[in-house]
């Protein structure tokens, strides 16, 4: 069932409303100057001395990025993967970019390899059309609301770093002593600076079989570390059975990270027999003495001073970190009593379920807000973000009246095509080759075709390389050293 429009509400299609222009390549491709933003189909790619658009305009992903819309307050270049919208009639670029935001352009995309968009497909979709003056208020809105939801996914985007920083502290306060001042009698001076391999034993490599996607058993990875706990969910497997039965793992075993990217390497997790499993060649097994508790040694070495260590020992390669079990079972960590160390990994668990708490709250949150803006943007486009007033115009004459504007540009336009005396200008596209064989026989760049042929950018490129593709044409393709350009010419065969 439709859902009725709103009073003085219409329906166009895009391509009576908008002309979707292709954005072109730099000149040279080159990108050097400032002055006018350089946008892609994905965004802003950099900066040029010159502007192919003055105004202001809209921005829309042709290749890549299909459908993605920006929007250009300034002189900007859109470049072949995006087209431009600089003439809107009147109307509201601020309307058009929220609305063009709201279409689900991407679902055009038909191309088998790089996605992209049709122009015509974008101007066959029917979309409502509010009233001039309901446009203006639906885009005050809009900006109002977005503001805020952007406010707010700027606060929360600093939770994760809160977070980091709680982790780290409790960890902190768990190695130097702070957590526990509170429990029975304060020991912190009796506890005894220990090396690793004092109290650990079996600092062992793992395996080095290839794995793969299925199997008999896990085998863990250094992806599978993740914030001092092992993480499931992307596991490779392995069915040989000497290789498991060699690098078996037992509860209680400390799995490190020896080879990672330099801020990663030395990533620590206690595998506690939630499933059987081995480990890879990247990770080191540690087995922890009697005097040892694996989880208080797990968080000696993601606590502060564990990752200083971590960072200060690591052998760096081109694009990695090494820290060897030599180096690993030198660690050197003040050591509580079993005792103390059990009520410390009490008090870090239960900090850290508390910030997992608040992690799962943020990121349900950050995905609410996600849903924000396509929420208003349906209710703007439904009408009902805003209030009609039985005063506005009805959109229908707006429509009518860009019609007939639009119309009147391209009469002049034509008129001015027929004033000019380049007689080629009037050549029809069947007749290309004949223009191409009154062009200049040593050669002629797209640039000058483009002169004397009154086609768009777009339709003359393609019509040109099908002359090129068609050996009975004689159009070659050819690099003038001397002029420094990709030329053009006829050569009889």
Not at 392 to 401: C, F, G, H, I, T
């Amino acid at each position: 069932m439709t859902t009725p429009l709103p009073q003085g509400w219409t329906t166009a299609t895009l391509g009576e409303l908008l002309q979707f222009k292709y954005g072109k390549s730099l000149p040279e491709r080159s990108r050097s100057g400032v002055g006018a933003t350089v946008y892609g189909s994905n965004g802003v790619v950099g900066e040029h001395g010159s502007a192919l658009v003055e105004s202001e305009a809209l921005i829309i992903g042709r290749k890549g990025s299909v459908g993605a819309i920006h929007h250009a307050k300034h002189p900007s270049w859109p470049i072949d993967t995006a087209y431009f919208v600089d003439e809107l009639w009147g109307m509201s670029f601020r309307y058009w970019y929220y609305l063009l935001t709201s279409l689900d352009l991407r679902s055009l995309n038909r191309a088998t390899a790089i996605p992209g968009l049709n122009r015509d497909d974008a101007y066959s979709v029917t979309i409502p059309i509010a009233p001039l003056s309901e446009q203006r208020r639906i885009a005050d809105r809009l900006d109002a609301l977005v503001t805020r939801v952007d406010a707010c996914r700027t606060r929360l985007d600093l939770v994760p770093a809160y977070l980091t920083r709680l982790r780290q502290s409790v960890l902190m306060a768990a190695t130097n002593g702070e957590l526990i001042e509170d429990w029975q009698e304060p020991t912190v001076k009796n506890w005894k600076l220990v090396r690793l391999d004092e109290v650990a034993t079996d600092f062992s490599y793992g395996s080095a079989v290839k794995s793969a996607r299925s199997g008999a058993v896990p085998v863990l990875r250094m992806g599978n570390i993740q914030d001092a706990r092992l993480d499931w969910s992307d596991l490779v497997y392995t069915s040989d059975d000497a290789e498991i039965a060699k690098y078996q793992l037992t509860p209680g075993d400390v799995l490190f990270n020896r080879t990672n990217s330099p801020a990663l390497v030395g990533k620590t997790a206690v595998y506690k027999g939630e499933q059987p499993a081995i480990y890879a060649g990247y990770l080191i097994r540690v087995r922890c003495g009697e005097f040892l508790l694996p989880d208080f040694l797990n968080y000696s070495l993601n606590s502060p001073k564990g990752r200083a260590y971590c960072w200060s020992v690591k052998s760096d390669g081109v694009s990695q970190s090494n820290i060897n079990a030599k180096k690993l079972a030198a660690f050197s960590f003040a050591l509580p009593s079993v005792a103390e160390q059990t009520e410390i990994v009490r008090r870090v668990e239960s900090f850290f379920a508390l910030a997992d708490i608040l992690e799962s709250n943020y990121t349900s949150a950050r995905a609410q807000v996600e849903k924000l803006i396509p929420s208003m943007l349906n209710k703007a486009f439904r009408g009902e973000l805003v209030t009609q007033d039985s005063a506005d115009e009805p959109a229908s004459e707006l429509v009518k009246r860009i019609s007939a504007m639009r119309a009147n540009d391209q009469s002049i336009a034509n008129i001015t095509k027929l004033s000019r005396s380049e007689p080629l200008k009037s050549a029809p596209r069947d007749q290309l080759s004949d223009v191409v064989g009154r062009m200049p026989k040593e050669g002629f760049t797209f640039e000058e075709l483009n002169k004397v042929v009154s086609w768009d950018y777009e339709s003359l490129k393609e019509e040109l390389f099908m002359l090129l593709a068609d050996n009975q044409s004689g159009l070659k393709q050819f690099f003038d050293v001397g002029a420094k350009a990709m030329k053009f010419k006829q050569v009889d065969e």
